[in-house]
């Protein structure tokens, strides 16, 4: 009998990857959420939280100015993968 395995893969609404199932994705959404708390919530500095998280200054910027992760995934599908 075959077993198979599910994945979870979070799509846009065009279809693309997107948060932590896209394939060059460092950061988790809960990161993301905290580093976006952070700076809205607490007034910390952009070099203050890339230190705290142990990320370059250019990826916390892009993250709390919603230029990159700026899409909740719409759609999660599951694709079915056969063992090795």
């Not at 599910?6 to 948060?19: I, P, S």
């Not at 905290?34 to 993250?63: C, N, P, Q």
Request: with cysteine; net charge negative.
């Amino acid at each position: 009998m075959t077993e198979f395995e599910f994945e979870r893969v979070e799509v846009t609404a065009q279809g693309n990857r997107c948060g932590e199932s896209h394939p060059r994705a460092r950061l988790t959404w809960v990161e993301v959420e905290l580093m976006r708390d952070l700076r809205e919530d607490h007034d910390l500095s952009i070099r203050v939280i890339a230190e705290k998280f142990g990320y370059a200054w250019s990826t916390v910027r892009d993250v709390v100015t919603y230029r990159t992760w700026a899409e909740q995934p719409i759609i999660v599908k599951r694709l079915v993968r056969a063992p090795d």
